[in-house]
């Protein structure tokens, strides 16, 4: 599905939208994926990584991990006390987010997910030099041939498209060759780096570059990602909007609440947890675009505040706006969002009007419609 994630709830179901994925499916599936990456070096490994890490990950926790959901959907309208159609349920509580909700399982494994994607950022490679393959901030202090090295990374990746890493050695003046390996995801057209300011190369995607230089104190490489939007198309012809590694998914206002579980003791969930209800429509179909007119259709913002912690609606620091119709055939079922209207179907019905709608990073969201019906102009 476009979080990056399959339909498992708990045994493999399909890709529905609605079907539900495990907490510890993402933060394994993220540890797997970062073991391949480690033996392989693959760029297709790490771009699925960024994926999951970037989308599904934040989505399915609270701010500060003390409530999180056992089964998140990627077309999520309704996270509500609710037997749903799981192929394991746990009293209706799986989707709600709460401390026990769900199976305790999670609560246990949720928490492995981000510190095993920070200490998978950067590996050492066979021919004796590093490799910058999964892009976050972070500093990095090692050896080379004996001899103490570090790279600073700067950068507010995935929401921006520059990372800077700043090479520093205790040897003043001195120079250490050995080669950094900076990986250029498959979804970049072109990348460009430069070294002290100066253009050193452009690179399409889906491969690993290798700069293999003398490395002397202060040295600056600037790495630039130029992100554009595109499309991918799942279950029922349904679309997805994605720029970079990030899913973008509609903006749905929210009513949160913090409710009594009825069946405690005797059942799943604790003793309370909280529900989630839309306050604002979901029901949208995108206007058919072709492929070469995305950036027309879809107009991407970037706030110029930053936040400590992004992954919310609040700090969302990146919106794209489109304009969307509403389908008032596609309505609640079993308190999900129905069965996805074919894409596209011919003389389908939909609203007349036009509206524009926000689009906001899917790690930012708790309900969220991120596989779209789409609809005729």
Request: hydrophobic share 35%; aromatic share 12%; charged share 20%.
């Amino acid at each position: 599905m476009a979080h990056g994630l399959y339909g498992g709830d708990e045994t493999l179901h399909g890709n529905n939208p609605t079907q539900g994925s495990e907490f510890c499916s993402a933060v394994e599936m993220m540890f797997s994926l970062e073991s391949m990456l480690e033996i392989t070096g693959q760029v297709a490994f790490a771009d699925h990584l960024e994926k999951i890490a970037f989308n599904a990950l934040p989505a399915q926790a609270s701010d500060d991990f003390m409530t999180r959901q056992y089964f998140q959907q990627a077309n999520q309208v309704m996270a509500t006390h609710k037997m749903r159609n799981f192929e394991t349920n746990h009293d209706g509580t799986d989707v709600c987010y709460g401390l026990l909700t769900g199976f305790p399982c999670c609560t246990a494994n949720m928490h492995q997910g981000w510190p095993k994607f920070v200490q998978n950022l950067w590996y050492a490679t066979a021919d004796g030099g590093l490799a910058a393959l999964v892009y976050g901030a972070s500093e990095v202090n090692t050896t080379i041939s004996g001899k103490p090295v570090s790279f600073k990374e700067e950068t507010n990746y995935p929401f921006n498209e520059d990372v800077r890493f700043v090479f520093n050695t205790n040897k003043k003046g001195g120079s250490i060759l050995f080669p950094l390996h900076l990986r250029i995801p498959a979804w970049c057209k072109n990348a460009t780096i430069k070294i002290n300011g100066q253009p050193w190369s452009t690179s399409e995607g889906d491969q690993v570059v290798n700069i293999k230089r003398e490395w002397k104190d202060g040295d600056v490489v600037e790495l630039r990602l130029p992100m554009h939007i595109y499309r991918n198309t799942w279950l029922e012809n349904s679309m997805s909007v994605e720029r970079g590694p990030l899913v973008y998914a509609l903006k749905i206002g929210e009513d949160k609440k913090l409710v009594k579980n009825p069946g405690y003791p005797s059942n799943y969930g604790g003793e309370e947890f909280y529900e989630i209800r839309p306050t604002t429509p979901w029901n949208y179909g995108l206007i058919q675009t072709p492929r070469e007119k995305m950036e027309e259709q879809y107009r991407f913002e970037k706030k110029t505040a930053k936040a400590v912690y992004p992954w919310n609606l609040e700090n969302a620091p990146v919106v794209i706006k489109t304009r969307a119709r509403r389908i008032p055939s596609w309505q609640l079922y079993n308190e999900m969002a129905g069965p996805l209207p074919f894409s596209i179907t011919y003389r389908f019905e939909s609203a007349a009007q036009e509206e524009e709608i926000e689009l906001v990073p899917y790690g930012c969201t708790n309900l969220r419609i991120s596989q779209f019906p789409v609809v005729n102009r």
